[in-house]
Antibody
Framework: EVQLLESGGGLIQPGGSLRLSCAASGFTFSSYSMAWVRQAPGKGLEWVSSISKNGDTIHYADSVKGRFTISRDNSKNTLSLQMNSLRAEDTAVYYC??????????????WGQGTLVTVSS | IQLTQSPSSLSASVGDRVTITCRAS??????LAWYQQKPGKAPKLLIY???TLQSGVPSRFSGSGSGTDFTLTISSLQPEDLATYYCQQVNSYPLTFGGGTKVEIK
């Protein structure tokens, strides 16, 4: 059974940093591209970032480019999102998702349960 | 690429046929997926490549369209279909989602 378990969310002050993790199990992690998607309270879904299966191709939404860094450790089946210079508008539930061999032209097959990030003073 | 979903919400009775549309601001071929999100839950993939039903998804869900105009149809609405539905384009970066359609049961 595919499982994606996010962690690392919490309350953080504006300008602060936070690192999210997503522990994957039930599939061959190194064979799949992965992504982060967020959802602000009461709002729709927003794609944040994607990373290829070996980590050599990465894309970011303009809203997070230069502040967020996606990475993966295939030896530990873990996806990460380092978030710096956080702003109030980054407040959201952050989901990790598996998107087949490539997120582009692919599909987001499985999603984690999400972790809430609240940016507030 | 912007995706415009309509309607933003709808209310229908059990057994009704429900249609949700998604219009892309430019040609995305068939690179469109549909997701269902129930209250307090993560999104779930329903349809990909515009019309391919994800394994395990009930056959009352179907997708159609290509280019810029797409449709998600629920042939016979069930109580468990109470949810918000999102379309997503995976044709080019940045990947984008539609604004969502909230489906309520009368």
């Amino acid at each position: 059974e595919v499982q994606l378990l996010e962690s690392g969310g919490g309350l953080i002050q504006p300008g602060g940093s936070l690192r999210l993790s997503c522990a994957a199990s039930g599939f061959t992690f190194s064979s799949y591209s992965m992504a982060w998607v967020r959802q602000a309270p009461g709002k729709g879904l927003e794609w944040v970032s994607s990373i290829s299966k070996n980590g050599d191709t990465i894309h970011y939404a303009d809203s997070v480019k230069g502040r967020f860094t996606i990475s993966r450790d295939n030896s530990k089946n873990t996806l990460s999102l380092q978030m710096n210079s956080l702003r109030a508008e980054d407040t959201a539930v952050y989901y990790c998702a598996e998107c087949q061999s490539a997120c582009l032209w692919g599909r987001f097959d499985y999603w984690g349960q999400g972790t809430l990030v609240t940016v507030s003073s | 690429i912007q995706l415009t979903q309509s309607p933003s919400s709808l209310s229908a009775s059990v057994g009704d046929r429900v249609t949700i549309t998604c219009r892309a601001s430019q040609d995305i071929s068939s690179y469109l997926a549909w997701y269902q999100q129930k209250p307090g839950k993560a999104p779930k993939l329903l349809i990909y490549a515009a019309f391919t039903l994800q394994s395990g998804v009930p056959s009352r869900f179907s997708g159609s369209g290509s280019g810029t105009d797409f449709t998600l149809t629920i042939s016979s609405l069930q109580p468990e279909d109470l949810a918000t539905y999102y379309c997503q384009q995976v044709n080019s970066y940045p990947l984008t989602f539609g604004g969502g359609t909230k489906v309520e049961i009368k």
